[in-house]
């Protein structure tokens, strides 16, 4: 396992992670859960990723069932939450966004849902236009203050808005936002490659990135290619959002591209899959990939991606690029 600082501070978290998204509460019971993280865990995963709003809390709770029968040193996992659509259905307006009220107790709630006495990370899931950023930041900053929380950060900002944030704490001295946790993948590039590129800078934010999402909801595994399968989650009450994505523009325009990047991987000797989460591990301003599952062979699978990062030489990239038509500026760094 690769262990990389998370931006510019000295927490080092594992270069490919393993999130509760879409399968705990939905998919998994606690003992699936626990099976899948301990897979992850003997492979060098260190962090553990979640939301107040997966599966309205009931995430949080699982995975807190599995820490604690995992029985591991607290100090040897890092744990997130994040903050902004709320834990329960139908939420009134205090129950979600970023005011101080709803950043305080969603974190408490989130802690006990977790059975830990603090969280390692604590994202602002979506910005909030109705909460001045002055009060969100100072939120998150009393929250550190009190050793709650450890590190705080953004999810889906516009780099702007980050950088708002940022300047707001340096103002009135309090702390700036460590991370953001952006979708990024070979079919979402601009927002990390081009958006948040001086951002990375130490002169700037020192931004460090836990990306989601890095087979584009499944499209990258090929499982799409020839249509819906029948006992796919994408069927299932609460996924409409998926199909609709897949059967839109997005998902008709990317569809064709799967059969090239499918030959490149199988010239590497590799699958698909790895080669799209070690492309997502190719880039050095993503700090961590965060990988999902609901079977123990897709942990294993995704895993093995770390033995193609080396396999990916500046040709192999360029080969890349050429199917996708998408790259929008040279890659991680310097510009054109």
Known sequence: MEFRRLGKSGLQVS????????????????????????????????????????AKGQAETIMGEALKKAGWRRDSYIVSSKVFGGAVQNPSPIQRGLSRKHIYE?????????????????????????????ETVRAMTE???RGDVLYWGTSEWSAQEIMEAYAVAR????????????QYNMLTRYRVEVEYKRLYNNDTVGLGTTIWSPLASGLLTGKYNDGIPADSRVNL???????????GPWGQNSLPKIPGLAKIAGDL?????????????????????????????????????????????DDVMAEIDKVLGNKETRLYGSSE
């Open 15 to 54: 270069v490919l992670s393993f999130g509760a998204w879409v399968t705990f509460g939905t998919q998994l019971n606690v003992d699936a859960a626990l099976e899948l993280m301990a897979a992850a865990y003997d492979h060098g995963c260190n962090f553990f990723d979640n939301a107040e709003v997966y």
């Open 106 to 134: 969603a974190a408490y709630q989130a802690i006990d849902r977790l059975q830990c006495d603090y969280l390692d990370l604590y994202f602002c899931h979506r910005p909030d236009r109705n909460t001045p950023i002055e």
């Open 143 to 145: 929250l550190i203050w």
């Open 171 to 182: 103002q009135y001295d309090l702390i700036p936002p460590t991370m953001e946790q952006p």
């Open 237 to 247: 009450p609460g996924y409409e959002w998926l199909k609709a994505m897949l059967e």
């Open 269 to 313: 000797g590799t699958t698909l899959p790895k080669l799209a989460l070690a492309w997502c591990v190719k880039n050095p301003h993503v700090s961590t990939v965060i990988t999902g599952a609901s079977r123990l062979e897709q942990v294993t699978e995704n895993f093995a991606a770390l033995d193609v990062v080396p396999l990916l030489t």
